[in-house]
């Protein structure tokens, strides 16, 4: 039988004792505090060249959004600079321990969703460029991205620093807490709004306890019957997804005759298609729904000009609605340097990468292969457009509420990585001490430096007309 698990040794035929071992032994030839170590060599690429090379298979009209929206801010280039990282983390020491990675760890990939069972979960989010590899890299680029998010708050070095070493020494202590758990106790772990309010309300001022309450109801109220108010409106008696251009724009505005038919086609097969990677009773589900509209969508920082759709659906009558959104999965960008997918599509890659690091995942998650009317073949993943969906507002943070915020992503991390890494070998790889903790610190510090860097690259690249940029 062969294994299909993401470290790179078979942890089945290996005693608790003997992964321990694997761990310890670990530190010899990567001692914990390596991990400062970062400095860009001679050869490193430039990151404009890296931004302009994904951008050459995008959507040509959307790419300069792509470039207004990174070159507002460092934290936003960082957001969308998660190619630029892998790179960079490739050149950085690795205890040789492998896990299901995100890939694009940082702290605005953390928020509240919401579980089949309508229960508010905190998690991780973004799984785009999910893939097995050594998994210091998730703790390394959520560790910079609260740096960065540090200095756009005016935050101290002393407040940064202990920001940084709270959420990773949370991570090193949850998973000593979860290397000594059975395996079906780790896979039934997770965290929804009550064990995050017993476990971090105590830490939290009153105002911020106040904050997260109305983060609560506001994300429960973010469904598809809100989605569907806000997006759509009636034309001819007909629900239609209303034009908010570029960021949305119906189909029947995007192509017109021959071309617009097509493409309709093609989401409907689409839809269709997709509901067969989906588990019976859902497919059940799905098929109880008709495709009413669709529109292309502009998503995030670093995904735009990445083919997204937003569908329409309608069920028992015009007031079920149900809004799915199709979106591009390429090649995650960890792949040239942690490898290639062992799955036979993109968007099956991103799928099973969700559902391995999340505690509980979206009932019409899916994926599907299209060809498009272009003549090109592309992967995408389906997901619902909203479902109780929170996210944090790092820069109404104060330290003291983001420190405690970042304790909530190092455990989160944690749990979403020893559900597939060997969780005793990195336990005892991290141990009981703060020597990693405190790497992290200064590791975090060097790469928000190199991050403004790279903004200032892009910014300067925008000003001189090399490449360009548009609000939106």
Not at 163 to 172: D, E, L
Not at 185 to 206: I, K, M, T
Not at 355 to 376: K, N
Not at 398 to 403: I, K, R
Request: hydrophobic fraction near 40%.
């Amino acid at each position: 039988m062969t294994s299909n698990h993401p470290d790179n040794s078979d942890i089945r035929h290996r005693t608790p004792q003997e992964r321990a071992a694997r761990g310890k032994s670990a530190r010899a030839s990567v001692p914990r505090s390596s991990h400062v170590e970062f400095a860009p060599t001679v050869k490193r690429p430039d990151p404009v060249d890296i931004i302009e090379g994904q951008s050459a298979t995008r959507v040509t009209e959307l790419v300069p959004i792509r470039y207004g929206r990174m070159s507002e801010s460092p934290f936003r280039f960082y957001r969308g600079a998660a190619a630029i990282m892998a790179g960079d983390l490739d050149d950085t020491p690795r205890s040789g321990i492998r896990a299901q990675l995100c890939g694009d760890a940082h702290l605005l990939n953390f928020r509240l969703l919401a579980s089949p069972e309508r229960r508010m979960m905190f998690d991780i989010n973004d799984f785009d460029e999910t893939l097995p590899g050594p998994w210091e890299w998730d703790v390394k680029r959520l560790s910079a991205s609260f740096v960065i998010a540090g200095r756009a708050n005016d935050f101290s070095d002393k407040e940064r620093a202990g920001i940084v070493q709270a959420t990773v020494r949370s991570y090193r202590e949850w998973m000593r807490r979860f290397a000594k758990m059975g395996n079906l106790d780790v896979w039934y772990a997770q965290f929804d709004e009550v064990w995050v309010r017993e476990h971090f309300g105590p830490e939290l001022s009153a105002r911020t306890r106040d904050r997260w309450t109305k983060a609560v109801t506001k994300a429960r109220s973010r469904d598809s019957l809100h989605a569907y108010g806000k997006l759509t409106h009636i034309v001819d008696g007909q629900a239609r997804i209303a034009a908010v251009p570029p960021l949305i724009t119906p189909l029947q505005d995007l192509l017109q005759g021959v071309e617009r038919d097509a493409m309709e086609k093609e989401i409907h097969r689409l839809i269709e298609r997709y509901g067969r990677t989906l588990p019976s009773d859902r497919r059940s589900l799905l098929e109880q729904y008709r495709v009413a509209d669709m529109a292309r969508k502009v998503v995030g920082v670093g995904s735009v000009g990445t083919r997204c759709w937003i569908v329409l659906l309608l069920g028992r009558d015009d007031k079920d609605p149900l809004l799915l959104q199709a979106k591009e999965a390429d090649q995650s960008v960890l792949a040239p340097f942690a490898g290639a997918s062992a799955y036979g599509t993109q968007g099956e890659r991103v799928v099973a990468g969700q559902r391995l690091m999340q505690a509980t995942s979206d009932i019409f998650l899916g994926w599907e292969r299209v060809d498009g009317i272009d003549g090109r073949r592309r992967d995408f993943y389906v997901r619902q457009l909203r479902d109780w969906k929170g996210i944090a507002e790092p820069e109404a943070m104060v330290p003291a509420g983001m420190q405690t915020f970042g304790e909530l992503c190092g455990a989160t991390l944690a749990r979403a990585h020893a559900r597939s890494g060997d969780r005793i070998a990195i336990a005892s790889y991290l141990g009981g001490g703060d020597s990693f903790d405190r790497a992290l610190v200064t590791f975090a510090e060097r790469y928000a430096d190199q991050n403004e860097k790279d903004h200032q690259a892009l910014v300067d690249a925008v000003r001189t007309g090399r490449v360009p940029a548009e609000a939106a």
